[in-house]
């Protein structure tokens, strides 16, 4: 039987029958490419808003924040990693969008104002977002993705108008930092500069000693962001050791609140995070 080539994101995974891609989240049903994690769910809860970070996007506001298992890039540093690395062995907990979406009505009486797909990359269970956001939309509440950004363009234009906001992570601002983290840099520039134009969007970046915290490089990610909008709010996160980055020491709170002050020449709104 011919392999089929998974459309949701650049890797364009070759996949024969039962086959499962890079991200451990897709897979060949034989007929076509779809998520293997559709309503696996490994993480429930009803979080602030800023948790997201989201802070200017209703503020004060609760969001019902879910996550599966997978992600379509390989980060040492991953805070995430018990999930976002984990596959199909990983236990879940089954839930339907219909269902998902009665929880975030129900919870409305908390502050809850919708749905964030969050915890592992939402992107690889695209069918669940976009069932589970349909149903949002016509109740009146929100679709929320925490992303890393790695999504063909093709197929982020298609969910586009289901979404109400992202926080795309930016983990560096050059190939060369991507390529050890098996990614695309022009990939997630994409993602920021589409979904900017149709949908609210904030950008995170995790500064890794070593890796990401030059004031240089810090700079030309904030005047690239500021040619988009001036408005984007830009956090900027502190690392702590996880994963297979375990000799790094967690970044200095200095350099965070230093780097924060480089990229407040060029923007609006700029946040530290986890300091």
Known sequence: MEKLICEICPHHCRLAAGEVGKCRGRFNDGEEITALNY?????????????????KFFPGSRILSVGSYGCNLNC????????????????TRKITPEQ???????????KNIGVAFTYNEP??????????SKLLKAIGLKSVLVTNGTVAPAALKKILPLIDA??????????????KLGGSFETVRKTI?????????????????????SPEEMDKEAAWLAGISKDIPLHISRFFPRYKVQNLPPTPVKAIYE????AKRRLNFVYAGNC
């Open 193 to 213: 500069e589409i979904s900017a134009q149709s949908c609210h969007v904030e950008v995170t970046t995790l500064i890794v000693p070593t890796m990401n915290d």
């Open 100 to 110: 998902l979406a009665a929880l975030a009505k129900e919870l409305i009486g908390q």
């Open 166 to 179: 992202m926080n795309i992570d930016l983990k560096g601002f050059s190939q060369e930092i991507y390529s």
């Open 123 to 132: 992107f690889i269970s695209y069918e669940f977002v976009r069932d589970t």
């Open 76 to 91: 040492p540093f991953c805070q995430n990693f018990e999930i976002s690395m984990a596959d199909s062995n990983f236990p």
């Open 259 to 262: 780097l924060v002050e480089v």
């Open 39 to 55: 309503g696996a769910i490994t993480s429930i809860a009803l979080d602030p808003i800023e948790k997201k970070p989201l802070y």
